[in-house]
């Protein structure tokens, strides 16, 4: 599998193989922001989802890929303090704001950021079309969130510090974006970058998750959280290393903007699972999102 994904690197094949991972991380990142906002508490369930990606992780990096060699160990160590601030503002963000208001504030702040990154890093750049249709998802995302803020009535003594911290998180999603896809194409073999990933930036939230349960007086079923700890490792394998691979494959900056396609996952997700309304408006709103991903992909 390393072999065929270096093969396609920078050809047509690896185009088009960057753009359905991308969306395929779209549809599954979507699932996995429902899992941490479900019934169960947001540290809870992301401390579980991270022992379970340790525990499934763990093997695979000692035993099937190569190991990091060299600077290899510090770029991997150097994404820890990033993803930990980032899962700390998600985690903030749910605990104060209804899902489908605070997700797509968080994933919109990310793709202009992120190209801008990929412009100074990778020497990526934008068409004007690309540019269009950057902005016409923005308004789709935004105009979505804006929706949601408007209408939702529960919670909403905390939904604006929710908005805050969303915003600060989804400046956190293009960070975390750039400085992957750095490591993951500096790393020989992208599934060692993935591997190791899992095992080193996982070990952050189960500690908090333990001392939370400690101080809980109504505590979830454990076996409940297992169960969705094990479900939310594998939904997060699928979607995390879909992005990486699509970042290392084609431009970073298009893989992020078609990944943001998840707002329209996540707005599903909140109406069909989590049983919040979705009406024509959202429909619209959501229909934008989807052409300014369209756009990006053909005017590149």
């Known amino acids: 599998m390393s072999d065929w994904i270096i093969s396609i690197e920078g050809t047509e094949a690896g185009h088009t193989a960057a753009m359905l ?30 022992t379970a990606q340790v525990i499934i992780s763990l093997p695979l990096a000692l035993f099937l890929v190569p190991w990091p060699q060299g600077t290899e160990w510090l770029l991997i160590l150097g994404a820890l303090p990033i993803h930990f601030t980032y899962k700390l503002g998600m985690a903030l963000a749910y ?7 605070v997700y797509p504030v968080v994933r919109g702040m990310g793709p202009v950021f992120t190209v801008f990154a990929a412009w100074i890093v990778f020497g ?28 939702i009535e ?21 960070l975390y974006t750039t400085y992957d896809a750095y490591a ?11 591997a190791w990933f899992f ?32 479900t939310g490792a594998l939904i997060a394998f699928g979607s995390f290393g879909s992005v990486m691979l699509a970042t290392r494959l084609d431009k970073v900056g298009e893989a992020a903007v078609l990944r943001e396609t998840s707002t329209v996952f996540a707005a599903l997700i909140g109406w ?15 229909t934008l999102i989807a052409l300014g ?5 053909v005017g590149g």
């Open 21 to 50: 991972l991308a969306l395929l991380a779209a549809f599954l990142h979507a699932v996995f922001g429902s899992l941490q906002k479900g019934r169960i508490d947001p540290w809870l369930s992301r401390g579980a989802i991270d």
């Open 95 to 101: 605990s104060r704001g209804a899902f489908t208001v």
């Open 124 to 151: 990526e750049v934008f068409t004007l079309t690309q540019w269009f249709g950057v902005i016409v998802l923005l308004m789709g995302i935004f105009g979505l969130a804006l929706y949601n803020l408007v209408t």
């Open 154 to 174: 529960v919670a909403r003594e905390t939904l604006v510090p929710a908005l805050w911290l969303a915003a600060g998180t989804g400046g956190l999603v293009a």
């Open 184 to 194: 993951i194409r500096a790393t020989p073999d992208p599934f060692t970058f993935l």
């Open 199 to 230: 095992v080193i930036c996982s070990v952050d939230m189960p500690i908090l998750a333990a001392l939370r349960w400690r101080r809980m007086s109504d505590r979830p079923d454990p076996v409940h959280l297992a169960r969705l700890g094990i």
């Open 272 to 286: 069909l699972i989590l049983k919040e309304t979705v009406g024509p408006r959202r429909i619209a709103l959501m």
């Open 293 to 297: 991903a369209v756009i990006v992909e």
